[in-house]
Structure formats: structure tokens, C-alpha cells
């Protein structure tokens, strides 16, 4: 099975502790035909697990996985339903994957389905649950068109596939961070190479005063007579998410703070989202936009009072 437009990747999100686990899938059958599949014991025994399943708010269930000669045979997640709205949405709050939801929307010629996994997720378990939660949203399609799987006889090898192309795009995503680092380190350490290093030569960068500058040299140079001719702050930053956008092309986006000279907080006039555009060029990944945009949140007192605190919370104890 090829993977493509009619089953898309996922997508993981990390903030706070927990991974937001996220997937879209197109489905040629109604909402109540997609909806049996996902509360029907029988029908989600053909795709995900066996299952006892209490069909209201505040109800019980039991999944049990049925991958035969994996660890994963031996998985039992239990839990609560909190939400059951038939046939438009479906959340069960587990104790080993998380809340799982399951949204659903007429479509034309059939179900648009976001899945949803809100989880505690060590970082070294992340690839593979991707991969699985793929593997199944494919078995649910091929379930909505009569196959079952063959749980006695299930190996590993469709699961491999898409476990191998989770982890290069995932080493991809880790690229890119390591670009926004870089760039923010330079910042701190007012070395204006180190700052310009991870841009293409025709890299381009917006200050949060809208400033432009242009060329990887060019940002260099206009970097350091800043640097000569200020005590600027130095920032600190929380990644909000990155995610590929097209063969060879990410985008980042985070959230900053900067803390002043001879100060030991931040300064919530000058909280920002940044967002940085990256390109893979000879299979080596470099910047070709980094944009500050001032964080003001205009008429939302509560949201940017919230950035601050959190912003606060990742400076060192020794200020």
C-alpha cells in the first residue's frame, strides 16, 4: 500500500510534557457507516483491537491489541468515554495512549476523519506510535470497504515502512530545530557569523521592527554593527511546532522572549512569534526566512500574561 493523498501522514506536536499526536484521512464512506466502525466491538476488531465498549458519556471500555508475535499483543488500554455523539465524535480517555479522539464531517462522497492522541510520550516511543496509528487509520479504510485484518498471521513489515519514513522526516524536523537553536545562540553570543551560519546564501531575515535583511553575508555584517553599537537582550524561546510543508521545505514556528541587559526577567513589551522558513538544499537543510512578529495580542490581556509566564518559567534559577 502506497502512501499518498488518501493516507497522509500524521503530525506530532510536543508542548508542556505531552505529544499531540494528529492525523487526517478522507474516507468514501458516510459518517454513520465510518461511525459503526469506530464503536461496533465487531467491526473495530477488523482494524484496531478487540473491544468492550460502553456506548455513553461516562461509559467503559477496553482495548485490546491483536498483533500477533509484537509487544504490542499484549497491550490493554482502558479507560472512560468523555465525549459520544454519534456519529460525529468519539473520545476516550485511556490510560496508556492518552485521550483519543475521533472527529467526524460530511464530506463529499464521504468522511472527513481527524484523529486525535493528547499523550505522555517519551520521545524514543514517538516514531513508532506514529507508525502504528498510521498503520491503523489504513486498516479502518480498508475495513470500510469489507477487508479484516489478519491478525494470526499480522506482521511487521507494513508497519516498517511507514515507521522508516517517520523517522527520516522526523531526523528532518530535528534539523530544523537545530537551525532555530543555532540562529537564537548566535543572537545570544552577538556574533553576527554564528547568527547568519544556518541561512542560505540568499536568506532572508524580518526584525521585529519589520527590518529586512537580505543575503546571508549581508545579514552578518548588519548583524554585528548592531551588536557593536547596542547592549542587546538576549532571548529565550519555546518551539511550538515544526512540520514539513513539501518535499525539501519545513516551517517553524515558536514563541520568544528576550531579557534585558543587567536584568534577570524578561521584558513582556517585546514577546514575539517567530517563525522560521527552511529549505533542503544537497541534503543539508538551511534558513530561508526568519521573521519575528511582536507577540501583543491586542485586546487579549490573558493570552499575552500567559506567554509571559511561560516564557518566564524557562529561565535559569540562577536568572
Known amino acids: 500500500m502506497s502512501t499518498g493523498e488518501q493516507y497522509p501522514d500524521g503530525t506530532a506536536t510536543q508542548r508542556d510534557g505531552r505529544t499531540l499526536l494528529r492525523f487526517e484521512r478522507r ?11 469506530l464503536t461496533d466491538p465487531a467491526k473495530l476488531s477488523a482494524w484496531l483491537a478487540e473491544a468492550v465498549l460502553e456506548p ?39 490510560d ?38 498510521h498503520v491503523h ?39 530544523v530545530r537545530a537551525l532555530y537553536r543555532r540562529i537564537l545562540d548566535g543572537w545570544n553570543a552577538r556574533d553576527g557569523a554564528a547568527f547568519a551560519a544556518p541561512f542560505r546564501d540568499d536568506g532572508e531575515t524580518i526584525g521585529f521592527d519589520g527590518t529586512l535583511h537580505s543575503g546571508r553575508e549581508r545579514i552578518a555584517a548588519q548583524l554585528d554593527r548592531i551588536f557593536a553599537g547596542h547592549q542587546t537582550a538576549r532571548y529565550v524561546a519555546a518551539v ?45 537543510w538551511r534558513v530561508a526566512l526568519f521573521q519575528n512578529t511582536p507577540a501583543a495580542y491586542h485586546g487579549r490581556p490573558g493570552d499575552a500574561e500567559a506567554l509571559t509566564a511561560e516564557l518566564r518559567a524557562l529561565l535559569p534559577e540562577d536568572g
Open 240 to 284: 511550538r511546532d515544526v512540520r514539513l510543508i513539501g518535499p525539501g521545505a519545513a516551517v517553524l514556528r515558536a514563541v520568544a522572549g528576550m531579557v534585558p541587559p543587567g536584568s534577570a526577567d524578561i521584558d513582556p513589551a517585546v514577546n514575539s512569534v517567530q517563525t522560521l522558513t527552511a529549505s533542503q538544499l544537497m541534503g543539508e
Open 137 to 175: 487509520l489504513d486498516y479502518l479504510a480498508e475495513a470500510l470497504d469489507g477487508a479484516r485484518v489478519d491478525w494470526a498471521n499480522w506482521t511487521t513489515v507494513r508497519w516498517q515502512v511507514h515507521h522508516d519514513r517517520y523517522a527520516e522526516r522526523l531526523g528532518a524536523l530535528d534539523a
Open 27 to 37: 474516507l468514501r464512506h458516510p459518517p454513520e457507516r465510518v461511525w459503526r466502525a
Open 56 to 94: 455513553a458519556v461516562g461509559g467503559k471500555f477496553e482495548l485490546r491489541w491483536l498483533n500477533a508475535g509484537d509487544a504490542a499483543e499484549e497491550t490493554t488500554a482502558r479507560g472512560t468515554v468523555t465525549a459520544f455523539d454519534p456519529p460525529r465524535l468519539l473520545e476516550l480517555d485511556s
Open 96 to 133: 496508556v495512549h492518552g485521550v483519543l479522539r475521533w472527529e467526524l464531517a460530511p464530506a463529499p462522497e464521504g468522511t472527513h476523519l481527524v484523529f486525535t492522541s493528547d499523550v505522555r510520550l517519551p520521545g524514543e516511543y514517538l516514531v513508532q506510535t506514529l507508525a502504528g496509528w
